[in-house]
């Protein structure tokens, strides 16, 4: 059996939607069901060519059949109060306690994918913990479920199933992701909880729950720090990952995406505390809009990262996904050129590793 490529490429999640895309999620106009069906699956399939054209290796589906990446929940699950903010962009609040609506939902993704692209494939989940931070309110919620981590409890078996229908749909990657675990690199944030390991604990401990026995399917953790947040203006969260690494270590996960491109982000040796199990998808590609690195600069980013670790656990990705909200208007011509040049990376690294 042939040895698996070294430095292959991915995508985090999702890609940026073109204005044609906007309109469709937002019911721009409402279309029947059909309709939409059709439109939408013309979208993913230039979505996925636009992945394969430029050289990455494993694909997602942008997430362009999601109106919202965290409301992806009330798909799964009745429960929720759905709505628009007064700027347009969709709002999910947890009302009531959740039962069983849709399984399958975010599966199907992968069912699609299947039939347009040989290529590996990539399904996103959100975590509970970030469920809890952005969709539990004090105000709306407390009567279904009087604490925020009652709340992120109940999700857990929900997306429990989801990952085994994700699974048995046969995505090669189920990724979940939890910005809100990597807030707690932040001093800023940290303060703000009266005991912030515990809390990057239980994180940590809800992700565990929902992956936990699950086989036959390689689990990724990313590790959001608000990166897509370039594309909003908002401020990047600073501090290395030390405090979490601890918390890290105890994750049930073959595989880590962790952001590198910021200098907020730290120093690489961080990597040495590192279980040496996990593959690290290395945050190498810039998502800021505006700014294309070159394919040397890539290159030159896993070149440090390999001073710490094996070409084998190294897949190089952008630091976040290119669609950051719903709304976020950003360049899809410019994600692809970026793509590009990650995949020109890998092809120098594994000339320079043959």
């Known amino acids: 059996m042939s ?25 721009r106009p409402p279309l029947p069901p059909e309709r939409y069906a059709h439109e939408m699956e013309a979208a993913i399939r230039f979505a996925v060519a636009l992945q394969e054209h430029a050289g990455i290796d ?3 589906d942008g997430e362009w059949g999601r109106k919202s990446y965290i409301g992806v929940i009330a798909e799964l699950a009745h429960g929720f109060e759905v709505g628009k903010l007064p700027d347009g962009r969709p709002f999910t609040l947890v009302a009531d306690r959740l039962a069983p609506k849709k399984p399958g939902f975010i599966a199907q ?22 469920l809890g931070e952005r969709i539990w309110s004090a105000d709306k919620s407390s009567k279904a479920y009087p604490k925020r981590d009652d709340f992120v409890r109940a999700c857990v078996p929900i997306l429990r199933r989801e990952l085994e229908l994700v699974r048995d749909a046969g995505a090669d990657i189920a990724q979940i992701d939890d910005p809100h675990l990597c ?7 940290r303060a703000k909880y009266p005991d912030p390991d515990a809390a990057a604990a239980f994180a940590v401990e ?68 590192l279980r040496e199990d996990f593959e690290i998808g290395l945050g190498c590609v810039d998502v800021t809009p505006g700014q ?11 070149r440090k990262a390999l001073e710490f670790l094996a070409p084998e656990r190294i897949t190089l990705n952008p630091d976040c996904g290119f669609a950051p909200g719903s709304g976020a208007v950003v360049s899809i011509d410019e994600a692809y050129r970026k793509l590009c040049h990650e995949a020109e990376a890998a092809r120098m690294l594994r000339t320079e590793h043959a």
């Open 292 to 302: 294309i690195d070159s394919a040397e600069t890539i290159a030159g980013r896993v």
């Open 3 to 27: 040895k698996p490529q070294l430095f292959p490429t991915s995508v985090v999640g999702s890609l940026p939607r073109p204005a044609f895309v906007l309109d469709l999620i937002n019911d």
């Open 109 to 130: 993704e992968v069912t699609f994918l299947k039939k347009i692209t040989k290529k590996l494939i990539k399904s996103t989940l959100p975590s509970p913990a970030l």
């Open 183 to 189: 807030l707690f690199v932040d001093p800023e944030v």
């Open 206 to 273: 809800m992700v565990n729950e929902v992956v936990s026995g699950v086989k036959g399917i390689k689990i990724a953790v990313h590790l959001c720090r608000r990166a897509g947040g370039r594309a909003r203006g908002e401020a990047c969260h600073c501090g290395g990952y030390g405090p979490i690494i601890p918390h890290l270590n105890r994750l049930q996960a073959h595989h880590l995406t962790m952001e590198f491109t910021a200098p907020q982000a730290g120093d690489m040796d961080v990597f040495r505390e």
């Open 58 to 60: 494993v694909v997602t």
